[in-house]
T-cell receptor, first 113, second 112 residues
C-alpha cells in the first residue's frame, strides 16, 4: 500500500483563497517532501521537512509535520491561477538497502480566476 | 546550472521491443532515481543508482534494468515491452540519499 496518502483527492478554490492539502503515512520516516506537477510534466520540488522539524515556510507555502499523528499539511496562501497543478507528498525512509522516496497518488488543485 | 535532462522526450515502440531511456543528472549529483508514472497509479519507484551501483529497486520485473555510468548519467532499459509499460518515466537526481530529489521532464513511452 502507498506510504503517503493525500487528502482531498481534488480541490477547487477561488483565486486569492488559501488551499490546504493533507498527507498521512503509516511508518516512521526520515523526511517528507512536497512536489508539484503541471500537466503530466516533470515534478518541481516545493519543500523538504525532516522528521525532527515541525514547520517550514517558503514564500506562500507553509508545511507542517506531526510525527505523532503521522501526518503533514501543505498550505498555499493567497492562491493564484498558476498554482493549478497536481501536488504530491513523498515520504523518505532511508534504512539501508530499502531506502527510497514513496509518493502518494496526488491532489489535483484547481484555482479559478 | 543545468537541471536534470532526459532523452528522448517521446518514444513509441511495439510490444516485445526494447526501449532505452537516458538521464543526465545535475552536475555534482551522484544519485540517480527512476520512477514510472502510469495513468491513475501515481509515481512508482523503479531504481536507485549511486556511485555507479544499483542501491535499491522497486517492485518491478527483471526486464526493467539500468546502469549508471562513470559520469553519473544513467540509462533505463525495458525489455520485452508490454502494453502496460506505457507511462511517463521520470528520472531524478540528488546530492545525497536523504536530500531533495530534482526531477527531469520525463520520457513518455507508448507501447503499441
Amino acid at each position: 500500500s502507498q506510504q503517503g496518502e493525500e487528502d482531498p483527492q481534488a480541490l477547487s478554490i477561488q483565486e486569492g483563497e488559501n488551499a490546504t492539502m493533507n498527507c498521512s503515512y503509516k511508518t516512521s520516516i526520515n523526511n517528507l517532501q512536497w512536489y508539484r506537477q503541471n500537466s503530466g510534466r516533470g515534478l518541481v520540488h516545493l519543500i523538504l521537512i525532516r522528521s525532527n522539524e515541525r514547520e517550514k515556510h517558503s514564500g506562500r507555502l507553509r508545511v507542517t509535520l506531526d510525527t505523532s499523528k503521522k501526518s503533514s499539511s501543505l498550505l498555499i496562501t493567497a492562491s493564484r491561477a498558476a498554482d493549478t497543478a497536481s501536488y504530491f507528498c513523498a515520504t523518505g525512509v532511508y534504512t539501508g538497502a530499502n531506502s527510497k522516496l514513496t509518493f502518494g497518488k496526488g491532489i489535483t488543485l484547481s484555482v479559478r480566476p | 546550472e543545468a537541471g536534470v535532462t532526459q532523452s528522448p522526450t517521446h518514444l513509441i515502440k511495439t510490444r516485445g521491443q526494447q526501449a532505452t531511456l537516458r538521464c543526465s543528472p545535475i552536475s555534482g549529483h551522484t544519485s540517480v532515481y527512476w520512477y514510472q508514472q502510469a495513468l491513475g497509479l501515481g509515481l512508482q519507484f523503479l531504481l536507485w543508482y549511486d556511485e555507479g551501483e544499483e542501491r535499491n529497486r522497486g517492485n518491478f520485473p527483471p526486464r526493467f534494468s539500468g546502469r549508471q555510468f562513470p559520469n553519473y548519467s544513467s540509462e533505463l532499459n525495458v525489455n520485452a515491452l508490454e502494453l502496460e509499460d506505457s507511462a511517463l518515466y521520470l528520472c531524478a537526481s540528488s546530492v545525497g540519499q536523504q536530500e531533495t530529489q530534482y526531477f527531469g521532464p520525463g520520457t513518455r513511452l507508448l507501447v503499441l
